[in-house]
């Protein structure tokens, strides 16, 4: 059975960065890709960014280009986002998402439980 | 950038009734259309890819169509269980998009 499991939630300053992490487990990490979709409070989905889990290729929404950073460990199945320069409005539960091929233009057949995201001075 | 639409923002319906949601696209999808189902609290949870492919576990109260630029999706009737907000992706074309969600709510 696939499972991504996300770290905790997070509290952040006005400008700071964080760390959000995703533990895969129940199939081949390398196989598929993975996203990042965001969802402000009592917002919709915004998708943020894909990584190829086994060549490491990335693929940022203009809206977060130089600002966000996807890597994967394989040896983990872990993939990570960094998402730097934090502002009021990046507050929301971040979610990692399977792609269901290894490209970034897929539909998400399995997801994270979210991570909550608080920016606040 | 495609944009998705959803029709209506909130549908107010009784347990037992129909519920039909609609999906229209600012360029043609061909059937690059899914739909999401989320509760309060959770992740979103797949029930359609490729306009009307039902994924795995989901009751066949709910059925999807549509093509090009229209799409429905349709619980046919309502169990307590599907009061929820629903979504539309398209993977048609780079970025990936969602629609801003149908509330069916009670």
């Known amino acids: 059975q696939v499972h991504l499991v996300q770290s905790g939630a997070e509290v952040r300053k006005p400008g700071a960065s964080v760390n959000v992490s995703c533990r895969s487990s129940?199939?081949?990490?390398?196989?598929?890709?993975i996203s990042w979709v965001r969802q402000a409070p009592g917002g919709g989905l915004e998708w943020m960014a894909w990584?190829?889990?086994?060549?490491?290729?990335?693929n940022y929404a203009p809206k977060f280009q130089g600002r966000i950073k996807l890597s994967t460990d394989t040896s983990t199945s872990t993939a990570y986002m960094e998402l730097r320069s934090l502002r009021s409005d990046d507050t929301a539960i971040y979610f990692c998402?399977?792609?269901?091929?290894?490209?970034?233009?897929?539909?998400?057949?399995?997801w994270g439980q979210g991570t909550l995201v608080s920016v606040s001075s | 950038e495609i944009v998705l639409t959803q029709s209506p923002a909130t549908l107010s319906l009784s347990p037992g009734e129909r519920a039909t949601l609609s999906c229209r696209a600012s360029?043609?999808?061909?059937?690059?259309l899914a739909w999401y189902q989320q509760k309060p609290g959770q992740a979103p949870r797949l029930l359609f890819s490729?306009?009307?492919s039902r994924a795995t576990g989901v009751p066949a109260r709910f059925t999807a169509s549509g093509s090009e630029t229209d799409f429905t999706l349709t619980i046919s009737s309502l169990e307590p269980e599907d009061f929820a907000v629903y979504y539309c992706?398209?993977?048609?074309?780079?970025?990936?998009?969602f629609g801003p969600g149908t509330k069916v709510e009670i």
């Open positions: 998402a399977r792609g269901f091929r290894n490209t970034p233009l897929v539909n998400f057949d399995s």
């Open positions: 129940g199939y081949t990490f390398t196989n598929y890709g």
């Open positions: 990584i190829n889990a086994d060549k490491g290729d990335t």
């Open positions: 360029q043609s999808l061909g059937n690059y």
């Open positions: 490729e306009a009307s």
């Open positions: 992706q398209q993977r048609r074309r780079w970025p990936v998009s």
